[in-house]
């Protein structure tokens, strides 16, 4: 009897939060639409009236920028953060996110669906190739890390005129891979946690028993699940529970890492040959859905000590996450991603990060080298910081309000942000995608989950899918 209830019940609430969220959107589409709508057809007179007059002046037509991961808002966000430079943007992602946010905007010239990477990675990679082949971009921007071995695959058959904003691919897997990357600190002097690889139960189980409590452990691999619980119990049997659900083996190894104090951070910074050009720090937390700036001149400091120490040279994205230690108060990283972290939506497209990035690798293309993680020339400037402090998602504030109806705290600190801080897809110049992420994308996303029997726990607007945390 068991065995039968327990899936009864699963299903039971997979159906009441979908309906409930579908519910929750459908009611506030009707005031979405009254204010995106005039919105769009106020802009759509403008940008007429604007490309009739600049016609035959744009003399960066021949600028192009190739984003993938266009379901993700960060895409939709460089995608505007591009187009304001002057450059033409084409956005792909995989068929499996059909109605994607990004797909709407005005600010992307061409949007493509490339075959899903799972079911057939060599035509994801030979459908990426096609595009670059047809619009010849100067700039490629990989940001999955679910597809970034396959994207790796493909930056090193671009042609010497597309710069890929990533790291050369020995790099990437260093810093991606969590024991390599610390193992790579400790060799270069730089400031690190105590971290064990483990590749068994047995070898997990010696380090954890009796002192569980002293350390987390999360998977070498990207996995969401996995990532979900990384604080082992104390109780040994629940450890050995905990350890056998874990699946910890040599394809699947994991991490153990001495435990350190809160708040965690997670810091997203641009770094072209070295340099960094723009940065940030925000809250961290396992799934994102609000953002705010933090200072830390801890991190920064670090991570300068980190590009002049390490022997290799950086390009592209750089989020770590980091957390204090109880000894000596300083931050320590507890992993490294390679990648454009949402964070970095913080950025104003005013500010300028993408006439600094271009003269970065326009230092760099002048020298007559390829471009991957090749060191930047020229005096070094301070980082780029944030303007805004504070970005949410609509939906998901409107989601945490409703179900937590008499925490005043939780509506104290939601409206603040609301009223402090900017919707992070809502755009007056570009409304059209706000409508089609929180209406037309995850709501497809959610009916289709439901049809499919696949479950989940939550709707992540950041990333633009459902997770099972």
Known sequence: MTTTKRPVRVWTMQIVRSISVLVLSALVFPLAAAVCLPCFLLTTVVHVLTKTRSEGHDDTRDRCVLVLSGAKSKALYLARLFKAEGYRVVVAESSMYKMAAASFSRKVD?????????????????????????????????????????????????????????????????????????AALKKAGIRAPLTYHVTSKREAYDILKGKANNYVMKPVMYDNVAR??????????????????????????YVIQERLEGPELSSCSLVIGGEILAHTVSNCSPVHQTFNYVECPDILEWLQQFLRSYPKIVTGWLTLDFMRSPENGKYYPLECNPRLGSPFMLFHQRQGVITRLQEAVDRIRKRGESGVGQQATGDRQSPLTPEVKQNYWLLNVLWVLLTHPTNMAVWRKYVTMVLKGEESVFCVMDPLPFLALNFLQMPRLIVSNLLGGQTWNIVDYCIGTLKCV
């Not at 490339?114 to 990989?142: E, T």
């Not at 905990?242 to 910890?248: A, E, K, N, P, T």
């Open 110 to 182: 061409k949007f493509y669906y490339l075959p899903r990477p799972d079911r057939d990675p060599q035509g994801y990679k030979s459908a990426i190739l096609d595009i670059v082949s047809k619009h010849n971009p100067s700039l490629f921007v990989p940001i999955d890390p679910r597809t970034v071995d396959l994207d790796i695959e493909v930056i090193s058959q671009l042609p010497n005129s597309c710069f890929p904003l990533a790291c050369k691919p020995d790099v990437f897997e260093e810093l991606d891979n969590k024991a390599k990357f610390m």
């Open 228 to 253: 979900a619980n990384v604080h082992p119990p104390e109780n040994v049997n629940d450890l050995d529970q905990y350890l056998d659900d874990s699946r910890v083996s040599d394809t699947f190894p």
